[in-house]
């Protein structure tokens, strides 16, 4: 059986990076660990450490990507809770035997070799929930 271990992350839609870590960082103190982007998702994303989670920060960088329209229905705001499981395939197959609707069919994966799948909101309550594994090794 596959097992929840802790909240890797919540992550929060900006419209700039900059902006929001005036507030997250300079504000609140917590470390800037670092930025990425992913060409995949078109976001750019900074990582700031609090606990043994993250807060992540998302700018859009394409206006029509997921986040974008996200920004551009909703503002600025939570975009997703994120959950480390042991195993996403064993934890995605619970799921579907308990007819919550996944958003993704398998995983996908960043170039890191974190894999990574969301269920949708309508199964969780209004919440997306984002399932992730970490490398092994």
């Not at 206006?63 to 600025?76: D, H, Q, T, V």
């Not at 499981?85 to 919550?100: F, G, K, N, Y």
Request: aromatic share 6%; net charge negative.
């Amino acid at each position: 059986m596959s097992t929840t271990s802790r909240i890797a992350h919540i992550a929060i839609v900006v419209e700039k990076l900059d902006d929001a870590l005036r507030f997250w960082r300079d504000a609140l103190g917590l470390p800037l660990a670092h930025t990425e982007q992913n060409p995949a998702e078109n976001v750019e994303i900074a990582f700031l450490p609090l606990g043994e989670s993250e807060i992540e920060l998302l700018q859009p960088t394409a206006p029509e990507s997921g986040i974008g329209k996200f920004l551009a229905r909703r503002g600025a705001g939570m975009h997703h809770l994120c959950l480390e499981v042991e195993d996403i395939e064993a934890t995605m197959e619970r799921l579907r035997a308990h007819d919550v609707e996944l958003i993704n069919e398998t995983p996908r994966e960043r170039p890191d070799g974190t894999r990574y799948a969301f269920i949708h909101p309508k199964s969780a309550f209004g919440v997306l929930v984002e399932l992730y594994e970490a490398p092994r090794g």
